[in-house]
Structures are given as C-alpha cells and as structure tokens.
C-alpha cells in the first residue's frame, strides 16, 4: 500500500512518486530518492532499536537533516559547538579536537548502551565508526541503516562557507574518496558492509525530510 509522504525502511515500503525522469523508487536494501518530487511532511521510519548513520561531504547537509529531522541524533558537530563556546577564540581547534572526538564518542557509547534508536552523524571516512555500530545493532538483533547525502563538492563548499568554516584541501579530498565508494556500492545495488539498507538523498529530497522515527 503506498501512502504519500511515507518511506518505510522495514517491513513494507511505501514512498511518494517520483518525478518524470527521475530515477525508479526501488523495494529492495538500496532505495534511490535523489530527484523525487516530496509533497508534505516526509518522514523516514525504522523499526524501534535500530540504527541510522547519516554520511555525506563536510557541508553536504548532514547536521542541518539531523536537527531538523532527528531528535535526539548524536551529532559531532554538536560536541565540536559545546567545546568551541569553552575555549579562547584565538586557540586553534586542532589543539582541543581530540577532547572533541572523545566527547562525541562517549556521548554515541552512552547512547548506544541504552538500547535506544539513534540517528548518528557518519563523517564517511571512519568506517570502523560503521562498522562499530553494526556490530551493536546486530548483538541487538536488529538493524542498521545508511543515509548517505549525494551532494557535489561546489553545494558541499557552498555549505562550508555558509557555516563558516571550511575543511583542509586533503580532508575534503579523502571525503569525497570516502563518499565516492559509498556511493559506487550503493548505486550497484549493495548496501555498504553491516548495512541491512541504504537510502540516498540528494539535497532537495534530503530538505523534505521533517522527521527520522522508530516505531
């Protein structure tokens, strides 16, 4: 049964229609919503315990889809912003990084050990991170998912710029690296290692996204 609106991640899957020429909606682990049309509140859901990571450039839009779409997603663009209120504005934020990493990850440990859902910002490059949270979802008999943002490297630095800060040549690089693999893997019809499904945005799909929900 299609609802408008609506894409369930497990069990059934129900979507909006896409536009002419846009790529198909697809039943299986890998569902393509780059170049839909959204009409209304779309919401995301996934069953209660499981997992979703949110990957995609550095500026692509993936803190701004998790606070608006997500309550209670683990973000480390939250911890880096708790930290850089604390510090002097002239300290360079290499020096404090690894405090932020370890606030991240105790904060994701925390969250994990509960046994809650969560919706969790994935850098792309780290995929131990991954791998980590597949390892939990399993031991939990359930699931994890991937949200992965298909933005281009001119939106992605568009969004650097607008939040006012920009990653190094060499690490946006080794991003684009990290989401291009993602990307072939997903566009071939395989969810990436420990994912049980992948669902790729582009960001016009990704800014009808109001609500990430387990139930």
Known sequence: MRRFGVLATTGTVNAVPAQRG???LTAGPVRDLRGTCVRGPHRL???AG???VVSGLPGGGKSTLIKRAAEG???SQDARERWEARMPGALPYAVYRPLVRAAHYWGLWRRLSSGASVVVHDCGTQSWVRGLLAGVARRRGRALHLLLLDTTA???LSGQEARGRRVSAY???RHRGAVRRLLGEAEAGRPPAG???ATLLDRRSAAAVTQIAFS
């Open 22 to 24: 846009a790529r198909p």
């Open 45 to 47: 859901g996934f069953a």
């Open 50 to 52: 499981d997992i979703v």
């Open 73 to 75: 997603g683990i973000d």
């Open 154 to 156: 001119e939106e992605a």
């Open 171 to 173: 690490a946006f690089a």
């Open 195 to 197: 994912c049980a499904s």
